[in-house]
């Protein structure tokens, strides 16, 4: 029989696959500006760590202690210098940063699971004539409405019905925050599952649920990641913005926050006399966030299975257009309705 | 004979990735005359398709590179042209058809802007506003061979008269109403029935058989001395294709282009090609003209490949295969590619990789159009089943 | 149920798929326009027979398989297997069915979840019909994976680490892992080289001597039908116009349509080539098709009557249980493909007594 024989087998061997970490290194490697992203992000989760658990450890000076140092430029002892109520700007950063962290990540954080779960539903159980169909469309049309306000203006009305406050200002920007991944989670579910691998799982016999949560989610789930870390930074400047009219926090205060840093001290002297003041917070909210999207666009490289590819030791690369009819997008040529405007009066021989 | 359009030598294409380097192609060689079709067949993997965009280098140069080598276009060898000078060679002097035309047509454009575009910058050659390939303002014509330019490593200048400004306003470009005559006239060239009405019309709303009609007519609007087509006809129905098959070699006749024709389909090359060469892990294993190999094929890859091929099935009886599979060209085995999956495989075949040799001892093995083989036991060849 | 009667039968099967309507259209209230991707075919499959559907792209082949597979419903007609009447099931009732007809897809790449292993995507009809998972699962593929030509050790690897023929053997292996009846194969060449497609060919083969099934083979490749099929089914632009054994068809066509495809293959062999194809036109759209034969613009030999009324599937006289669906079948039944080579639409062609040219 001219079957394939068992040697050479069709599949390569399986000792020659790679580990998904060292895959992992092999990207980050290859793309400078990405590990350093990667590096300074996990720099800014220990700091954060550390200043959070054990402040006294990076952290000098308490938030309102004054040194009795008054506008005092960088120097050893104060790195940021001091203001004019002598406390030290250093401390004030470093205390800062584990809020300002956890507020980018935990309000990006809530917006993907809420609206992230409600566009798997919008996305995926919306066959017309179904329960589904009506709710998705009320999803859709909900978050159609939220969008249409800008985002910065919303969170601040609704800062004004709930109060000044930090956590305040956290629910106002999570309430605006949330429409962007349904959007952009339905749209990722809309492209996935009309696949055909979750269409063999339904010729299978998987139920419908079964295949949302095992194939669907699995794969909407790259760009996703991208889109978060990317957005941590965003949200943050966002919080910033708004912590800076001064709804979130006073400062000086017993809890430092960037963005109302960087409004008492605009105010409170003149910049060009003593730059260290708002360039030091500024500085930290800028760092934080070019590290975040250093990372997250390292990240797309490395979930991307075609530029992956071409890391895993054996693999061949993507050989150009060496694809046959089948393989092209598209997928099967007579199975979805056409197109009624093809094919005008055929010309032919 | 005429010079030959197109000489490669010792072509050898790498790519670069994270994990090391793959041998897409190595030591290619080739010489097409104008008017003649040279096939390339082989399966998936087989370094065709990226031979096919080596040659006006189109590969994305970081991954790809051109390790060695000479590809000699019309007197110029392209590997040492400088990148920003290779957008003047493509369109007037080489041309391309892809496999699917949905991906190579704009689906922004109608048809009309598309093959206006590229006459546009046939035109704008022609004419001296661009450097190109030819010299200036003369068009190709291929009424007459093509005239070798005789300045190896340099493109030939372009040599504007003086008063050009004012015969370039003369000679402005042609308006949109001869536009029109002249694409229509190539909509004609490809046997379409009724051109007026697919001007209008956008790629996604004509058919594949359709589709690949234009590619081809803004291929030959550009009138290129060399064709290359990259699975024109492979995405499209069996119907389709015999039809834009019988088209292309009418244009061939026609048109007198020399034509690299690659395809997986020995059919496909049987219907078209005047010289074929197999390949197999990115070299060629056999070359010679199609009759020949065809009929008296000196590869045991060959003799594999045409017995496995589909029209031979029987109905009874498993059917013939190559045992094995295609190599992974990041690690090649060591000489004859071949050799893991032959038949007639000995030692000698593990050391050296065997030469392309003229299967009649007779012929000079200096010639690139007889027919020859790359293995140290093709006179076995015929006595295989 | 019916042990000796056709496993599968359809009875004038059809699906159509509506078109959204435009703005115009909708005030005009004019009749929905629909696609009639199937429309009217009735065949049947029985145990341990291999039916091959050929067709083109736009023929609706695609769509018919899924009709069978249930993975669409259909808006007319009716399907039996093994006598019951399955054309309507649905929830769990058509899930708890679905272990009698599998399906191998077209595209070997996006059929296969890049997420999930090997052992997932070949165990996963099994878990979804009798509930086993984890190792027991694990252990059932293992033992799956040699009869598709699999080594057994490969559970933990992904489908990209595969070639085209390996995961054309994947897809295999989950289609055969519930022990299904009837397997539908869409398109399962025309991804692969062609040493590849004998092996997979070779091996379908084999898997049917071994286990009794029967396969609807769907494809565009004329000479893997003639291969692996018992019987073979013509289809155009929605409707069967050919049926026969698969030997007597390929070598002796009578439907103008398959004459036309048949001379359309290219031979490996330059001997043989073919001076000119001018059986003219394009494939028309499967939107609101016209009355009247479907073949009637493109056919060589069309008459009025072609134009104007259908001509249904019937047995042709002398050619035992071959159904063809055309007017003049028995005046063009002896022309040859080759001779439609150098005609064109509207030619005349001599009448059945003169020999062709």
Redesign the interface.
Known sequence: MSDSAPTPSPVPPAKGADSPILVFWRVLRANPLSLFGFLLVALICVVALIVAVAPHVLVPYGPQQETGVFYSPPSWQHPFGTDGLSFDVYSNVMLALPLDLGLGVGIAGASLLIGGALGLVAGFYDAPGTVGAGTSVVIMRVTDIFLSFPSLILALAITRVLGIGIVNVAIAVMITWWPYYVRLVRGEVLAVKHLPYVTAARAAGVSENRILIRHVLRNVTEPLVVYFTLDIGTVLVTYSTIAYIGVATRYPGPTPEWGAMLAFYQGSAPITTYPWLVLAPGAAVFITVIAFSLLGDGLRDILDPRTRRAFVRGAAPEPPAERSAAELPGGPVDAAPENPLINPDPGGV | MTDPVLIVNDLTVT?T????I?Y?VSDVSLEIEPGRVIGIVG???CGK??LA?AIPRL?PEP?ASIGSGSIIFQGTDLVKVPRRKLPMIRGTGIGMV???P??SLNPAFRVFDQIAEAIRVRHYREMGWVKSFHGGDQPFDYSKPPVTESSPGSLAKVIVPSGAVEKAAHDRLATRSQLREEVLSYLRLV?????E??LN?YP???????RQ?IMIAMALSEKPALLIA??PT??L???????V???M??LIDEVGAAILFIS????????TADEIGVMYAGRIVEYGP??DV??DPRHPYTK???R????????DG?????????P????PPPGCRFH??CVLAKDICKGVSPPLAPVDPADPPASRHIHRSACYFQAEVPNLP | MTPSGPLLETVDLEKLFPLTRTLTETFRRGAVRAVHAVDGVNFTVGPGETLGLIGESGSGKTTLGWLIARLHEPTGGTIRFDGDDVTHLKGRALRAWRRNVQIVFQDPVGSLDPRFRVWQIVGEPIRAQEGVSGSALRSRVRDLLPSVGLPPDCLDQYPHEFSGGGRQRLSMARALSVSPRLIVLDEPTSALDVAVQAQILNRLVLLQRERGLSYLVITHNVAAVRFVADRVAVMYLGRLVEVGGVREVLEHPVHPYTKALLAAVPFPDPRRRRTRYRIGGDIPSLVDPKPGCRFAPRCPFVIDKCRVEYPPLTMVPGLGSRLVSCHRAEEVRDIAPETLLATGPGATVPAASAAPA
Request: aromatic share 6%; glycine share 8%.
């Open positions: 790519y990735v994270g994990a090391g793959f897409a399966e998936t993997g398709s990226t965009k590969l991954p892809f496999q699917e949905l991906n046997r379409i029935n009724d051109p009405t697919i019309l996604h709303e004509l058919s594949g058989g359709m009609r990259d699975e492979s995405a129905d069996v119907t389709i294709q015999a039809q098959l019988t088209l070699k009418e997986h389909d020995l059919g496909v090359i049987a219907e199609v009759a065809f009929r594999a490949l045409l496995a091929a589909p029209a031979h099935y029987k109905s498993p059917l013939s295969s190559i045992p094995g599979s295609v992974n060209l990041s690690r893991p999956r």
